[in-house]
T-cell receptor, first 113, second 118 residues
Framework: GENVEQHPSTLSVQEGDSAVIKCTYS??????FPWYKQELGKRPQLIID?????GEKKDQRIAVTLNKTAKHFSLHITETQPEDSAVYFC????????????FGIGTKLQVIP | DGGITQSPKYLFRKEGQNVTLSCEQN?????MYWYRQDPGQGLRLIYY???????QKGDIAEGYSVSREKKESFPLTVTSAQKNPTAFYLC?????????????????FGPGTRLLVL
């Protein structure tokens, strides 16, 4: 089955700096990669996703890059703000059906004012 | 997301007791999922259902049971066989969402139920 590894497990940055979270996956058949943000005690919410036919996707201060050959994908947050503090999960699945999604272990991001 | 509800928000279980967590969605999604989240850990899949009257075990199904009699509902029962049930339980659904863009494989989560053992 699919295995998703995520690092770092914790990340502290100064407000205004950039943050990068990296994930690797094992199943070459995976072609859909969502990222979720989970604030303390709340539900995970989708913040951005990417399909394998795209190398990069950007939405305001958030971007995701995908290297399908190396089976790596990363989340980039620029100009971090205190409200970006949360746990971020990467995930991998096969698009086009209702196949199960495999999640990474999560990265706790702390933005220091 | 607003279309998925879970109840109760907090649930207390006594030793030897079975308890049932509710999950309802009005997004007309075919697929529904149950995850368990422990502190400092990711989301681990308990069960998932791709269609009514059908479901599959996830990675940690032992001590849990589910049913899918209606498209909108996917209740999870934590049985007495689950010896360490204290966790945050999240329900999710995916499928074609009317009035909303995005791939059908995107999962939308409910607010969660925190289960505690007395």
């Amino acid at each position: 089955g699919e295995n998703v590894e995520q690092h770092p497990s914790t990340l502290s940055v100064q407000e205004g700096d950039s943050a990068v979270i990296k994930c690797t996956y094992s199943d070459s058949a995976s072609n859909y990669f969502p990222w979720y943000k989970q604030e303390l005690g709340k539900r995970p919410q989708l913040i951005i996703d990417i399909r394998s036919n795209v190398g990069e996707k950007k939405d305001q201060r958030i971007a995701v890059t995908l290297n399908k050959t190396a089976k790596h994908f990363s989340l980039h947050i620029t100009e971090t703000q205190p409200e970006d503090s949360a746990v971020y999960f990467c995930a991998a699945s096969w698009a086009g059906g209702y196949q199960k999604v495999t999640f990474g272990i999560g990265t706790k991001l702390q933005v220091i004012p | 997301d607003g279309g998925i509800t879970q109840s109760p928000k907090y649930l207390f279980r006594k030793e030897g007791q079975n308890v049932t967590l509710s999950c309802e969605q009005n997004l007309n999604h075919d697929a529904m999922y149950w995850y368990r989240q422990d502190p400092g850990q990711g989301l681990r899949l308990i069960y998932y259902s791709q269609i009514v009257n059908d479901f599959q075990k996830g990675d940690i199904a032992e001590g849990y049971s589910v049913s899918r009699e209606k498209k909108e509902s996917f209740p999870l029962t934590v049985t007495s066989a689950q010896k360490n049930p204290t966790a945050f339980y999240l329900c999710a659904s995916s499928g074609k969402t009317s009035g909303r863009a995005g791939p059908q494989e995107t999962q939308y989560f409910g607010p969660g139920t925190r289960l505690l053992v007395l």
